[in-house]
């Protein structure tokens, strides 16, 4: 490539770089100066907060920001000072140590819905009737959340113990870093079986809800949410906290499955 | 938070780490060597794509490796089914690991054992030959010995890359604790958790096997280095001249014997063209010429280190090239030798 040529297709590239920079800086002008919230959420909510994200944001003036995750991984990036205004967790105990630590923004804390726990299988995966099939030899993996940062796989093992069948399975498990990677495994067929909400298994085609685990095996499955106090916007996330029980955030709620007060 | 520093009771992240990461430089040691030796000499089409495959997985996002193994040998990729047939699988086993382990050190390897092998004086390769030797012994007692600094640091490279890998391991060989669970994966998992003190444990361990392993390498690299300046003998080649020339050495005409060296030659070059003629009956021949003039070009033709593009070499009756005929004797087996300074 001569130099004459080179300088062109380099300045062509600067141009047109600065341009489509110049394009986003310029759109958010439009939205005059909106409240930004940063909400911490547990990975099983991605849908329905995606869906409640337009509704909220047409009638408050708010820019809502979602960081998905397994609740412990969620609640080490807030202990480690991550600037989220809005926690919720899929079980009490990660809200529990913030509310400990006195990093919640008292009087704020509310159940946002609950959930319960279902045994999925790939298509191919037959003879699950029960969760105790799940110790059945041809059952080769099941993949459930790393029990200390995922509440699902928490709650998994509370159900093994309970069934003391614990040190069957255990040899058969695959841990995933939140919820949504142990639909993913059972989706990719690479394992036979997992352990999700029952809400999880229901956004997806490609796995089969083979049991509903019963709720006296498990300590209840509850969607704890609270503001921070390190929130510089609380009125806004109060407000939004607010929103997420209102009957309009409860009727997306309980579209996908989430059971939530009457 | 002051909390006792305590050892996990569980090591066997260690071991694991420590199985796949072995197991994996030696997959990647040897094809990283065969496969440079390979491309060293390969001048086909699509080098420099080729190039670029084998360095991909190190330019590549960790995840889109592991995203690509996992389609590869999941239940539904093209080597999961063929496995499965046999009912073996690699997703979710410690063979996950090895091969992404592998996957990943592969262009460290490749790319420092290539490199070395750039390195290496084209002459000593050429003398050898001309010496009799064949590729292999001269892949073996040349090639090999002097690019072994080099290969020696692609490999603990590889190895220190294969201990560190997470990303592609996790997608294809999954968090099993015992099984696939290896210390980038505990480090991850206990952060999460907020197992502090675990996560700086294994944390520790790595940084100290990973450092470890360099700096002995570095250290050996040094005193190797340092013998061999001391045996060196100090060796100038005479510098390539870009000049445009055309030599015509006179034909020194002799009768025509059986024994002797009779060289009729052309050879085109980017910017030189040589054309020599002549003819050498038993006795002693010095050439004299500039810089550039294809004295080392005609002496390299004669050794079978160059190939001329038109013309005849005949030593003693015996014909060591033919352009028409398409004779050309490899070097080893000329019986010509060749002294380079």
Redesign the interface.
């Known amino acids: 490539m001569n130099r004459k040529h080179f300088l062109t297709v380099f300045s062509t590239t600067i141009v047109s770089l600065f341009l489509v920079l110049g394009l986003n800086l310029a759109t958010p002008e439009s939205t005059q100066a909106r409240t930004n919230l940063l909400v911490s959420a547990a990975a099983s909510l991605k849908e329905v907060m995606e869906e409640i994200k337009p509704l909220y944001q047409k009638t408050a003036n708010v820019n809502l920001t979602y960081n998905f995750g397994a609740s412990g991984a969620l609640l080490q990036q807030i202990e480690q000072g991550a600037p989220a205004d809005i926690f919720i967790a899929a079980a009490a105990r990660q809200m529990n140590t913030l509310e400990q630590n006195g990093a919640l923004l008292s009087g704020t804390r509310a159940n946002l819905a609950n959930n319960r726990l279902a045994i999925v299988v790939s298509n191919r995966t037959r003879g699950i009737t029960s969760i105790s099939s799940l110790r059945n030899p041809e059952i080769k993996r099941i993949a459930i959340g790393e029990p200390r940062s995922v509440p699902a796989g928490h709650y998994a093992e509370q159900v093994f113990q309970k069934l003391n069948i614990l040190n069957e399975v255990k040899p058969k498990f695959v841990y995933a870093n939140n919820v949504r990677q142990v639909l993913a495994a059972v989706e990719s067929g690479n394992v036979d079986a997992g352990l999700v909400y029952i809400t999880d298994a229901k956004i997806s085609n490609n796995v089969r809800t083979a049991v509903i685990v019963s709720d006296t095996y498990h300590s209840q499955i509850v969607y704890p949410m609270a503001v921070l106090k390190r929130s510089k916007n609380a009125a806004a996330a109060r407000a939004f906290v607010k929103y997420l029980s209102s009957g309009e955030a409860r009727g997306i709620l309980r579209k996908y499955g989430f059971i939530v007060p009457k | 938070m002051v909390e006792t520093f305590t050892v996990p009771l569980d090591l066997s992240p260690l071991w694991i780490s420590l199985k796949v990461a072995a197991i994996a430089t030696v997959f990647t040691f040897f094809v990283g060597i065969a496969v440079a030796y390979w491309m060293l000499n390969y001048r086909g089409k699509g080098k420099s794509l080729l190039e670029g495959i084998f360095v991909s997985p190190l330019i590549l996002p960790p995840t889109v490796v592991g995203f690509l193994l996992?389609l590869f040998f999941?239940?539904?990729g093209p080597a999961g089914q063929l496995l499965d047939s046999i009912d073996f699988?690699i997703?979710?086993t410690w063979y996950g690991a090895v091969i992404t382990a592998t996957v990943v050190s592969f262009p460290l390897m490749y790319r420092t054992a290539l490199g070395a092998f750039e390195q290496i004086d084209e002459n000593y390769l050429a003398v050898a030959r001309t010496l009799g030797a064949s590729e292999w012994t001269v892949f073996r007692r040349i090639m090999l010995p002097l690019a072994l600094p080099g290969v020696v640091a692609g490999g603990v490279l590889g190895f220190a890359r294969a201990l560190g890998e997470f990303g592609a391991t996790?997608m294809l060989a999954?968090?099993?604790?015992g099984q696939t669970q290896t210390i980038p994966m505990a480090i991850?998992?206990a952060?999460?958790?907020?197992?502090m003190n675990e996560a700086w444990f294994w944390a520790i361990a790595i940084m100290l096997i990973s450092l470890s392993g360099i700096v002995a390498v570095n250290f050996w690299q040094d005193q190797q280095q340092n013998r061999r300046s001391k045996l060196k003998a100090d060796k100038s080649l005479s510098p390539r001249s870009h000049r445009t020339a055309e030599v015509t050495l006179t034909p020194i005409t002799q009768p025509s014997s059986t024994s002797g060296l009779v060289v009729n030659i052309q050879k085109r070059l980017a910017n030189f063209d040589l054309d020599l003629s002549f003819t050498l009956a038993k006795s002693t021949l010095g050439i004299l010429g500039g810089s550039g003039a294809g004295k080392s070009m005609m002496l390299k033709c004669i050794a079978g280190m160059e190939s001329p593009t038109k013309g005849q070499i005949v030593l003693n009756g015996r014909v060591l090239f033919d352009a028409k005929a398409g004779i050309n004797v490899p070097s080893r087996d000329r019986k010509v030798g060749f002294l380079s300074f």
Do not use: D, H, R, T
């Open positions: 996992l999941g239940k539904n699988s997703v979710f996790l999954g968090n099993i604790p991850y998992f952060v999460e958790a907020g197992a």
